[in-house]
């Protein structure tokens, strides 16, 4: 409570302003999410970020987490990402080339992008040592890089932006795996850094590029208003020291920097750094210092330049020296303690320690403080996702709100690469529905196929150190890390985060974990639940005039949401091989709610706080019913005289019921170029999970300022079939079962 009540006191400890209309931060958009990079730590309103992915849509691990796609127009034209409303495609990546030639239709408009290997895919070990994404002139390093490079993926960070649709589809179908990460818009969003204009194939703007390609050196600020600190520190066993304690705020952290004699590197890296901010209770900072600058450990016995050639953080050998370097943006109000301390019981000296401050202006309620949050996982639990982050148990507890902006783990000290078929899966402000769910742990650390055992290192993603177990020649060698760095890709949220990986790809993997999870964070919400009803319930639908003239009777369903594995025994009606099914457990049982289907309007009011800044809908509902699309009006409830306004379009496309088509597999070998040419072989996948929550974004106009939102669903048919002649099992139709909603605000500030 303390360190609530003192962030508060420093925010309103001048001239308070009341919350006005304009009292938002701007979001950077496209190309500027890079150039305007340091203002990664300022809140999000109105933006929601999701990942979506080709994941086994039965939660197991079937053939790697490929090919499993939402529904297919023709045999070149398989869809596995579909979402409509303003929104940016900031990332994008798939094992090798494979699913090549890829669509990316924006708007309508369909767009072929290609790889070097797509057209002639055979022998690729031998014909092709660097391939590149074609046309190269819109894809150009470092924001993509090919599966030569990253160890087995392709990896595309170039914005594509889209004004009301966005589909990606596969061409080929054979071990066409993809995750993609989206950021989603309101309709109207008016504190953009520019308009957001659906993407016209013009190659990215080169000053992004040129910034990006600057990762590994020196990106922090210079110039006149710079502070910097330079001292020469020496340690004792088990001791702490003060690096730097800033009473000069406000002011933002550009430069954290250790120069260490190469003989101590290793030693060092397993002592501890805290930071804190503005005399708060806890450290926002309280990490091992090797994993804060991306790497299980700083063991180099290769002698490579760098182990993290990283964008936001680096560690780079010189032959005396290893200098690890930070670069996040740090803001901080008043105070910044920074403190080092020595674990191992050993002595250091010749270490230097540098710090570049630069004056911050913005209100500092627009911010959230710079979080590493440390967690250590010897012994899994089993069924159960290995949780980094749950911002509601950190430092006192939530609510926080902010953005989650990347990670770095170790997955085995053991060399036991297997464990890295575990998805990523994170949630956000209640949801019970992932909003991001990917393709297992080397996919989100940007490599394929465990990186073949090899170490990369990229702007945003990398395996820098470690070695599968018939590899390694010692201990350190097992122990194998990852890191992922979010910069235009980051997540995010209004009261809670939740980060997490699965261990192995059913959560049986027996390998210790450990991690740092980078966010910013300030402790208050700005998502505030102000109403929740149930459309099934005779009181909730009175109080909220509630009416769906078309609606079924309400229902009884019991199902699952998707959270992973469940299944006891193998079901003899699946695609899915008997093999799959015997290492899967009964992890997390079936929820049962009334639900109901519509094909026509709903209508209902909602309770909102009229000082709101925007407003999040969440609604659950049967998944069954495919591609569920409909148009939101609104309105205020209280003015009989106002009419309906347009908020936008709510699409949720597939249903439980998707497909898998892994073609012809000649011989069992792993790979065949007459597999990679095949024509698709759909198999009908039916989930069974049907439990589903989704969320609609409505901006601040057509809300600030309204207590009672009078809110209308429209339904739009939608005729799509699963596959060419084969209609999904269930007629698309409208689904409610409940209905949250969420204000965003900020706090009065200074």
Known sequence: MRSIIVYFLLIISTSVLAQKMGDMPIVPIAEDAYLKWERLPYQRIGVRAYMRSTYDRRGDNHFSDASHYLYQESDTFNVSLDVKNPGILY???????????????????????????TDDPTDIYNKYKVTKFLPQNLFPEPLTWTWAITKGADLMWVPIPFENSLRIAYSRTFYGTGYYIYHAYPLGADHLSKPLKTWNHTPPDSKAVELLKKAGTDISPFGSSIKEMQKEVSLTPYQSITLASVAEGPANIRLLQFKVPVEDALKFGK??????????????????IDLFFGTGHLHNPEKKEYLVKGFPVNVQYTDDYVFLSCYWPMPFSEHAEI????RNGSSFKDITFRLKTVPFNDPFNHVGYFHATYSDHPKPALGKDVTFLDTDIVEGGGPWSGNFVGMTWTFTD?????????????????????????????????????WGGENMTIP???HPVGKSARDATDSLDRINSAYRFLIADHFPFGKRAIVGLEHGGNNTANEHYSGVTYWYGAPYATLVLTDEFSVCDPGDIARH????????????????YEW?????GPDPHSPYSQEDFQRSRQFFPPQSDSVRSMKGNSQFVLNLKSENLGIMLRRKFDYQYPNQEAKVWVKNADDPNENWAFAGTWYTSGSSTAFFSWPNWPGGKFYTAEAELASSDPKIVNSERRWREEEFLIARQLTNGVSRLAVKIEWIPNKKELLPGQPFPVESAWSESRYWVYCYQLPEGK
Request: no cysteine; net charge negative; proline share 6%.
């Open 564 to 568: 992973g594995p469940h299944t006891d």
């Open 414 to 450: 053991t060399g036991n690469l297997s464990a890295l078929e575990g998805d990523p899966r994170f949630f956000f402000d209640d949801s019970q529905t992932p909003q991001a769910w990917g393709t297992g742990s080397e996919e989100w650390g940007g490599g394929g196929n465990y």
């Open 271 to 288: 002592n501890r750094l805290t930071i804190t901010w503005d005399k708060r209770w806890y450290s926002s900072v309280d990490v091992p």
């Open 545 to 560: 005039k509630y009416q769906s003239p078309t609606a079924s009777d309400p229902y009884w369903l019991t199902s699952r």
């Open 339 to 342: 403190e080092l301390q020595e």
């Open 91 to 117: 990332f994008k990546r798939t094992n090798f080339f494979h699913g090549s030639p890829w669509h990316y239709e924006t708007d309508g408009r369909d767009f072929i992008v290609k790889e070097t290997a």
């Open 460 to 462: 945003f993603a990398g």
